[in-house]
């Protein structure tokens, strides 16, 4: 297949991405990391690319100081890049035949990597779980579940959100005919649209310390400025005259704030703090506003 389809470190992703994993690094190359996120933002080719190069980085490599940078490398990919990277991450072809290959009992790859994996499949399933497209992966961890395998323990501290990057309007004014064209200013960025508070697989109430409220109360944020951001962009958007570009955009926004909502409900149910719990309700009741606003519009 690499006959084929060429050396997969020759794409100008797969140059970033041999680097940023090569053995030789004392630490993480987050420049270099932070390029790659770019690189598959920016360019049509660069997911497919990037999955290539990691999966012949991941792919029976027993250097595991490769394969940890690795990971890092996929974990940032997929907190910083946007939904046609994650079709190809949680899908089964990757999780099974690259991630789960690397824990497998004939591989014995040391504590440190089984952790960083599996870790890795959890925290995808719980974050993907309400995307149709995306549940290769819970499938893939349900099915080690049932197998006995034993996760990471999860809490608010340890599990970090799932974060797509801001995304740019691109600026749509015409220049005036016959004049010389302007310079074009610089995009104003919008509010991230992925930011989904996760939930530890523990049962019970959820007694959060004054720092997990404070943070959670800023991932809340998030979801209002979300909600926010949708609601112009319906005020202004013209069915069958939407730009494509805001049309793309508007779904990924309802996609992730569904996502979010799902998020947002489990905790009302859970966190036992009564002020907390308000401001979930509050947020929740927003955002059903919202989608029916959304669906009105559709």
């Not at 060429?6 to 100008?12: E, F, I, K, L, M």
């Not at 990057?165 to 016959?178: I, K, L, S």
């Amino acid at each position: 297949m690499e006959f084929l389809l060429g050396n997969p470190y020759s794409t100008p992703v797969g140059q970033c991405l041999e680097k940023a994993t090569d053995g030789g690094l004392q630490a993480e190359d987050w420049t270099l990391n932070m390029e790659i996120c770019d690189i598959i933002n920016e360019t049509e080719e660069g997911p497919k690319d990037a999955i290539r190069a990691l999966k012949k980085r991941l792919s029976g490599n027993r250097n595991y100081r490769e394969v940890m940078l690795g990971l890092t490398v996929l974990e940032t990919c997929v907190k910083n890049c946007g939904h046609r990277f994650h079709v190809l991450v949680a899908n089964r072809d990757f999780i099974d035949g690259v991630l789960v290959k690397i824990i497998s009992p004939k591989t014995n790859p040391p504590t440190i990597v089984q952790d960083k994996v599996l870790a890795l499949i959890q925290a995808w399933a719980d974050a993907f779980r309400s995307s149709p497209d995306l549940t290769g992966v819970v499938h893939i961890y349900e099915e080690l579940k049932r197998k006995g395998i034993e996760f990471p323990m999860a809490d608010l501290d340890t599990l970090s959100p799932i974060h797509t990057p801001q995304r740019v309007r691109p600026n749509t004014h015409p220049h005036t005919t016959g004049a010389a064209p302007a310079p074009a200013p610089a995009p104003a960025p919008l509010t991230p649209i992925l930011q989904i508070p996760h939930i530890p697989n523990v049962q019970g109430p959820i007694t959060a310390n004054p720092e997990q409220i404070a943070r959670l109360r800023s991932e809340l944020d998030i979801v209002r400025g979300n909600t926010k951001v949708m609601s112009e962009m319906l005020t202004e958007m013209v069915p069958g005259q939407e730009d494509s570009s805001d049309l793309e955009l508007l779904q990924e926004l309802n996609r992730t704030c569904r996502a979010m909502q799902q998020r947002v409900v489990e905790l009302i149910s859970r966190v036992s703090n009564e002020e907390v719990t308000e401001e979930l309700l509050h947020v929740n009741d927003d955002l059903n506003n919202i989608f029916l606003r959304y669906e009105r519009w559709a």
